[in-house]
């Protein structure tokens, strides 16, 4: 992990400043308010680029560089404010390790996604959290047709580098797909 990322976000964390930054899997620029930091990974309050707050994401830290403050912050923060968006409270989300936050992000939301960059950057694999062990992560995936799989699937907690929850996509699936079957 990176001191001076983790600086850098733990003053922003304190400041309750936008930020905006890249990751090493992406070259689009990421924008959103740091609302906690662990060992590893960090919780961001998402800002899309249509300018509204989009959910939840959890990134490694060591993934992330050019960290700074948003350079269109006052626009941005009027234009929110204007929306009515205010930013997140602090959600109940325990940072400590992957599959801390896989438990915790579970319980608190019916969706969660992950993403396993190293191994395909492409895909995020969407789903209700069944269980998290030692190494991986029991997931009920729902399809991009919102249509809930019949089977789980395992993700190794080692691969996953980044999780999101909250968002506007999952909430549309979840909104579409309902509930899963009882029969898992």
Same mark, same amino acid.
């Given at each position: 992990?990176?001191? *001076?990322? *983790?600086?850098?976000?733990?003053?922003?964390l304190r400041k309750?400043?936008?930020?905006?930054?890249?990751?090493?899997?992406e070259d689009a620029t990421i924008? #959103?308010?740091?609302?906690?930091?662990g060992p590893r990974f960090f919780l961001l309050a998402l800002v899309s680029d249509r300018i509204w707050f989009d959910g939840f994401e959890c990134f490694r830290i060591a993934d992330v560089r050019n960290v700074k403050p948003d350079p269109y912050k006052?626009?941005?923060?009027?234009?929110?404010?204007?929306? #009515?968006?205010?930013i997140p409270l602090k959600i109940h989300l325990d940072l400590a390790s992957i599959s801390k936050i896989?438990?915790?992000?579970?319980?608190?939301?019916?969706?969660v996604a992950i993403?396993?960059?190293q191994i395909d950057p492409d895909v995020c694999w969407i789903g209700r959290v069944l269980s998290v062990g030692r190494e991986s992560?029991?997931?009920?995936?729902? #399809?991009?047709?919102?249509?809930?799989?019949?089977?789980?699937s395992e993700h190794r907690l080692k691969e996953i580098t980044h999780v999101n929850f909250g968002g506007d996509y999952e909430n549309a699936l979840y909104l579409v797909g309902g509930e899963p079957p009882a029969k898992v």
């Amino acid at each position: 992990m990176s001191n *001076s990322v *983790s600086s850098q976000l733990t003053q922003a964390l304190r400041k309750r400043q936008l930020i905006r930054f890249k990751r090493r899997f992406e070259d689009a620029t990421i924008r #959103g308010y740091v609302l906690g930091i662990g060992p590893r990974f960090f919780l961001l309050a998402l800002v899309s680029d249509r300018i509204w707050f989009d959910g939840f994401e959890c990134f490694r830290i060591a993934d992330v560089r050019n960290v700074k403050p948003d350079p269109y912050k006052k626009f941005m923060e009027v234009a929110l404010g204007k929306r #009515g968006e205010k930013i997140p409270l602090k959600i109940h989300l325990d940072l400590a390790s992957i599959s801390k936050i896989l438990e915790s992000a579970g319980r608190a939301f019916p969706l969660v996604a992950i993403h396993r960059e190293q191994i395909d950057p492409d895909v995020c694999w969407i789903g209700r959290v069944l269980s998290v062990g030692r190494e991986s992560v029991s997931l009920l995936e729902i #399809g991009p047709d919102a249509i809930w799989d019949k089977v789980p699937s395992e993700h190794r907690l080692k691969e996953i580098t980044h999780v999101n929850f909250g968002g506007d996509y999952e909430n549309a699936l979840y909104l579409v797909g309902g509930e899963p079957p009882a029969k898992v």
